[in-house]
């Protein structure tokens, strides 16, 4: 990767949401919790576009929920399970914007 492309990708991520703060609702924290412990647990398939290889992302394997609120000591309720969802759409959401500019090219 060319110099220039890695010192703007740096760049992106200081801007990216990670570099940013925010604040967590007492009553979400647990469902944040679940959705970061749940985040090596996305359903992915990878396909080629012409010369792109793409990553397209289908959403959280659920089956691995149970395993994950208990080692993290969380009662999945309907708030922390719809919590969970309400994220998951909007990471979905993110990864099919960029996915479309990935396919639009520079």
């Not at 990878?46 to 659920?62: E, K, N, P, Q, S």
């Not at 719809?82 to 396919?103: C, D, S």
Request: no cysteine; glycine share 6%.
């Amino acid at each position: 990767m060319p110099e220039a492309q890695i010192e703007e990708a740096l760049a992106a991520i200081s801007e990216n949401s990670y570099a940013r703060k925010f604040s967590i609702e007492p009553e979400n924290v647990d469902a944040v919790r679940l959705y970061r412990g749940l985040r090596t647990q996305w359903r992915v398939e990878t396909v080629v576009a012409g010369r792109l290889f793409l990553t397209l992302h289908h959403g959280i394997d659920y089956t691995a929920a149970p395993t994950v609120a208990r080692a993290l000591r969380i009662r999945v309720s309907e708030q922390v399970w719809t919590g969970l969802q309400i994220m998951e759409n909007e990471t979905l959401v993110i990864y099919g914007r960029r996915e479309a500019a990935a396919l639009q090219g520079p």
